[in-house]
């Protein structure tokens, strides 16, 4: 008899297909718990349950993919900011009066690092220099609501003065005839966050970061990291910078460096 | 003219129109190619639940936009699921089988029997090496794959490496050469 053959990727190809045909059972997850165990918002020990379920069912398995796919398209880090226990630690085993100085040290550490932290929030040291105006003109083309004449780059001539109360309140009157403008979003949002309203600079950076351009969309991911950081918001900050790092980001070695001032290991850092 | 308010909420039109505008992003961006005409529907769906979520909990809960992602891709998967769950749908071995043909003649080999199989043998593997053959054939790469699982890289590859040679070997037993 002559086996059939499924060779190289179309495994996988296999594998996907059935997904399509398969229907929602009642042990399915929930589609939210699938997305946090995607994109790290859950520990590891509760996303592994998701996923073996997901293994051995198609409808899941559906779920998941799609899960990957929207991480992806939304700038996250898929798996979240979790890093590899060094697989060292799992292969060999080290004398106990090794492990003891070792854990001896590593306590010493942990206290001096928390005796510093809560001295001074890092993020407060954090500088923000101004973007420059780069991205109008092409924006201005794109944005298909625009009248003709009605340019973003009319408006931004406080901004390049250095003018940011002004330039704020231009921008924030445009933004009002022209909702959701990209370029208008993230230069509003860069004028909020140096002024020091980073909680309001959010939603305008967010916005920002899922429109317009490759180029204004990695320039405000890196403010939203800055802003979330400013906000006290440090855990979804280090996640930004690490999916920066991590990247191809003109902001990459920004982030590298200020993750390296923040005491985080960067995505393909050394030990 | 000032954006108007929205009653005890105090959330401006304006913002509201720029979480519409991330939902229709998110959603635009993800939707698989066979819910494309649906995605109006699901921007909608999205932004209800969002405007449930605002009336319960305070503002900074809806701020980030990995938030909305969540909304956009949960309505995303319960419309996925309402799609499957409907009645004019063409029944599951005919709809795989002619879509993989029209795709790809040569798809055929890999029939629906040769599908289940597959599945079968991936759950009869041990639970670490299941689990990361899985996330391999769902197109995650091994550093995805560490990340999630809280396995080191190295561990994932190897799991990766025996767990693909014991469903090779399983898929042999059933008559199945991969």
């Known amino acids: ?271 | 003219m000032p954006p108007q308010e929205d009653g005890d909420r105090g959330r401006s039109s304006v913002d509201l129109e720029r979480i519409r505008r991330v939902l229709e992003r998110a959603v635009g961006r993800a939707c698989p190619p066979h819910l494309r005409e649906s995605i109006e529907d699901m921007v909608q769906d999205a932004l209800v639940r969002t405007m449930d979520v605002l009336g319960k909990q305070p503002e900074g809960g809806i701020r980030t936009s990995s938030y909305l992602w969540r909304v956009a891709f949960t309505t995303m998967v319960d419309e996925l699921r309402r799609s499957r769950r409907r009645p004019e749908r063409v029944t599951g071995r005919d709809a795989a089988e002619t879509a993989a043909a029209v795709a790809d003649p040569a798809s055929l080999e890999t029939s629906y029997e040769t599908r289940v199989e597959i599945r079968d043998c991936l759950g009869r593997l041990a639970e670490p090496r299941k689990l990361v053959v899985a996330l391999y054939l769902d197109g995650f790469t091994a550093e995805e794959s560490s990340r999630l699982l809280g396995f080191g890289i190295r561990k994932v590859r190897n799991l990766t490496f025996r767990g693909l040679k014991d469903l090779r070997r399983c898929l042999e037993r059933k008559g199945i050469r991969p």
Request: charged residues 20%; glycine residues 8%; hydrophobic residues 50%.
């Open chain 1, 1 to 271: 008899m002559n086996a059939p053959s499924i060779a190289g990727d179309r495994l996988r190809d296999a594998f996907g297909a059935l997904a399509d045909i398969a229907d929602t059972s009642a042990e399915c997850q929930d589609a939210g718990r699938m997305w946090d165990a995607v994109t790290g918002a859950i520990a590891p020990e509760e996303a592994r349950q998701h996923l073996a379920h997901a293994a051995t069912c198609p409808s899941c398995a559906a779920v998941l993919r799609l899960a990957r796919a929207a991480a992806i398209e939304a700038g996250l880090h898929v798996g979240g900011e979790r890093f590899a226990v060094p697989p060292s630690a799992a292969r060999y085993r080290s004398p106990r009066w090794l492990a003891a100085a070792a854990a001896l040290v590593l306590l010493a550490a942990a206290a001096l690092l928390i005796v510093h932290r809560s001295a001074e929030d890092p993020w407060s040291r954090v500088a923000i220099s101004k973007a420059p105006y780069v991205h109008a003109a092409e924006d201005d083309l794109a944005w298909r609501n625009a009248p003709a004449g009605d340019s973003l780059s009319a408006i931004m001539d406080p901004y390049v003065r250095g003018d940011l109360a002004a330039a704020e309140e231009a921008l924030a009157s445009y933004l009002k005839s022209h909702p959701g403008h990209p370029a208008a979003s993230f230069y509003h949002g860069v004028c909020l966050l140096m002024l020091g309203r980073p909680a309001q600079a959010v939603i305008d950076l967010e916005s920002a970061s899922l429109a317009g351009d490759l180029a204004l969309r990695q320039d405000a991911l890196w403010y939203l990291a800055l802003a979330d950081g400013k906000t006290g918001r440090h855990e979804e900050a280090i996640r930004r910078l690490r999916g920066i790092a991590a990247g191809d980001s003109p902001h990459g070695e920004e982030a590298r460096r200020l993750l390296s001032r923040l005491g985080v290991r960067a995505p393909g850092a050394g030990p």
